[in-house]
């Protein structure tokens, strides 16, 4: 319960309640695949690239072409807010605080929705025609260091566009991004800013840089840029993971989206309790379409 809720009493100096900053909700949701689940689990097939074959003579055999066959599963996991709000507290109060709670409430199940397609990323995929087969795993070429550099190029650690060209590479070289596919690039503040430092001296590239740090656009060679605060950074380090992936690369299952519940507790002295419960969970569909962008953030 809040026992913070004093501060918000007549005797204070406002009649409004003010939502403290924070992201309000998902900014991620839109950027991948969104499907709905009503199981525990649930399986996303895949099918692998097969070449044509030359026909060598006339009346020659049909050939038979294995298709490479695998699946992902995800499995839907669980999550609520709730906090109460005496009814003393309530009659005292100049302004009803059930709406900005609820509000506050959804905020934290968005930003979680994040979480979890953040970790999704680049996290170990269940594998197999169950899920039991053996995972997935990220990495290799698909991370950028921290320290990478273009030849001829001084070695700046945070986001370059030398890290932007080479993770353009990774995608084309993978043929990785279908038609009609967007491109997003996850970072934080830091990188925004580091990006208007270390861009190449042509005006253009500056002008449009400054633009996307004004916020008066969201895209640069090719990236859509989305800015969270809520990206990995390993404890002790300065080394922010940030990434880029067309929709096609992270798949959403939502089992239950965000709900609401605002009403008495009858065991509480019939209290207001606010209550939001979300299910859902994700999973990296392909390693090729995800790129990870290793950043030092000084």
């Known amino acids: 319960m809040s026992n913070a809720i004093d501060t918000a009493l007549v005797q204070a100096y406002r009649s409004n309640i003010e939502i403290q900053f924070q992201q309000k909700g998902s900014r991620l949701r839109n950027t991948v695949r969104v499907e709905s689940q009503k199981s525990e689990f649930d399986f996303y097939d895949r099918i692998g690239p097969v070449d044509a074959v030359e026909i060598q003579s006339r009346h020659s055999d049909t050939p038979l072409l294995e298709t490479p066959h695998s699946r992902r599963r995800i499995g839907m996991r669980d999550f609520d807010w709730a906090d109460m709000i005496d009814r003393p507290d309530k009659i005292r109060m100049l302004a009803d605080p059930t709406s900005p709670y609820t509000q506050n409430a959804v905020y934290a199940l968005g930003r979680k929705m994040d979480d979890i397609i953040i970790e999704a990323a680049t996290a170990n995929a269940s594998t197999g025609k169950n899920g039991n087969g053996p995972p997935a795993t990220f ?29 353009r590479y990774l995608f084309d070289k993978n043929e990785s991004l279908d038609d009609g596919d967007g491109l997003t690039l996850v970072v934080t503040a830091s990188q925004i800013q580091a990006l208007l430092r270390t861009v190449e001296a042509t005006s253009s590239d500056y002008n449009t840089v400054r633009a996307l740090v004004n916020g ?74 995800v790129v990870q962008i290793n950043c030092e953030e000084a």
């Open 139 to 167: 990495g290799g070429d698909q991370i950028i260091a921290s320290n990478y550099v273009e030849a001829g190029t001084n070695n700046v650690s945070n986001l370059t566009i030398g890290k932007l060209r080479r993770a």
């Open 216 to 289: 008066e656009i969201n895209s640069f060679m090719g990236f859509n840029f989305v800015r969270t605060e809520r990206l990995n950074k390993p404890a002790g380090t300065n080394t922010r993971h940030c990434l880029a992936y067309p929709t096609s690369a992270i798949t959403l299952a939502v089992g239950t989206d965000i709900n609401v519940d605002v009403g008495p507790r009858r065991d509480k002295r019939n209290n207001t309790q606010i209550y939001v419960c979300a299910s859902f969970g994700a999973v990296r569909m392909w390693e090729e379409k």
